[in-house]
C-alpha cells in the first residue's frame, strides 16, 4: 500500500520560506510521477509543481521563480523548497504520486487528478 506523508508546514511572515517533505513508502518514487498540490478554504485545488521520473519539472504559474520541486529516492522523499513567500501561498499543500500518468505536468495532474495523496501540511504565510 502506498502512503505518502508530509510534513514541514507551518506559520511564517510573507517574504520567509519553508521547506516541505513528503516521505513516501509501498512504492519506489523513482518510478512515478510526483506533485505537490495545494487548496486553500474555500477555492479549488492547485496544481503547485510536479517531477517526473526523468527529473523533468514543471510549475503553477504563480509558485514559478519562488519554489523548487527536488526528489531523493534513496530517502524515497519528494520536498518542496518555498521562498519568497506570499500571503496568497496560504493553504493546506498535499504531495501525490501517480504511476500511470503519461503527461506529468501541472495541466494534466490537476486535470486528470493522481493515483495517492498525502493527508497534507499546513502552511500559514502572514502579511
Known amino acids: 500500500q502506498v502512503q505518502l506523508v508530509e510534513s514541514g508546514g507551518d506559520s511564517v511572515q510573507a517574504g520567509g520560506s519553508l521547506s516541505l517533505s513528503c516521505a513516501v513508502s509501498?512504492?519506489?518514487?523513482?518510478?512515478?510521477?510526483l506533485g505537490w498540490f495545494r487548496q486553500a478554504p474555500g477555492k479549488e485545488r492547485e496544481g503547485v509543481a510536479v517531477?517526473?521520473?526523468?527529473?523533468?519539472?514543471d510549475y503553477g504559474d504563480s509558485v514559478k521563480g519562488r519554489f523548487t520541486i527536488s526528489k531523493d529516492s534513496a530517502k524515497n522523499t519528494l520536498y518542496l523548497q518555498m521562498n519568497s513567500l506570499k500571503p496568497e501561498d496560504t493553504a493546506m499543500y498535499f504531495c501525490?504520486?501517480?504511476?500511470?500518468?503519461?503527461?506529468?505536468?501541472?495541466?494534466?495532474?490537476?486535470?486528470?487528478?493522481?493515483?495517492?495523496w498525502g493527508a497534507g501540511t499546513l502552511v500559514s504565510v502572514s502579511s
Open positions: 509501498g512504492a519506489t518514487i523513482s518510478s512515478y510521477c
Open positions: 517531477i517526473d521520473r526523468d527529473g523533468f519539472k
Open positions: 501525490a504520486a501517480d504511476h500511470h500518468t503519461r503527461f506529468c505536468t501541472v495541466i494534466a495532474t490537476s486535470h486528470n487528478g493522481m493515483d495517492y
